[in-house]
């Protein structure tokens, strides 16, 4: 018994003594953790965008935050998002969704992805999806979306922004991002 017990001690020693001497594999590991924010892999996401905007969308009348103005982003999207200062390049009222789809270049499944737009659908109708629903996805935000089947896993009214942003890991500028909604910020002091 003495034996057992004493041979247990030197594997678990030996396991933490792994880890405190290799942070490369620590590091690794929590990096990996930050791609898969809110339980998806976001390494292959366009972060960048055009200025261009799906037909349809319409102009936000009266939104929180102007295009021109800045806010901080409170969302973790993508590693390097929260705590960024973003500049509002638009504002749009729509529908917004988060859906579940199995890529088309034979990716995993992705749940819960934040965030496509009512006018990012294939031929939509005029009132929105509900949950449960399924449609075409026409956007390409992540490798494979574009064309995917999607399931709707939520929907929401709101004022959807489209933003420039500094990554704060890397200071890498990214242009155009969609989209973000209004509880998504708070604002620029």
Known sequence: MILILLLAFIVLAACSETEETNPESAKESESNTE???????????????????PEGLQEASNPTYPEGSQAIIKADHMEGMNGAEATITGAYDTTVYTISYTPTNGG???????????????????????????????????????????????????????????????????????????????PAE
């Open 108 to 186: 995993q499944k992705v749940t819960d992805h934040k965030w496509v737009i009512h006018e990012e659908l294939e031929n939509p109708s005029d009132e929105p999806l509900e949950t449960g629903d399924e449609a075409i996805v026409n956007a390409d935000h992540m490798e494979g979306m574009d064309g995917a089947t999607a399931e709707i896993d939520s929907a929401t009214k709101t004022t959807v922004y489209m933003v420039d942003f500094e990554l704060t890991t890397s200071g890498e500028k990214v242009t155009n991002h969609k989209w973000l909604t209004e509880d998504e910020f708070t």
């Open 35 to 53: 791609e898969e924010m809110d339980g998806m892999d976001h390494s292959d996401m366009n972060m960048s965008g055009s200025d261009e905007v």
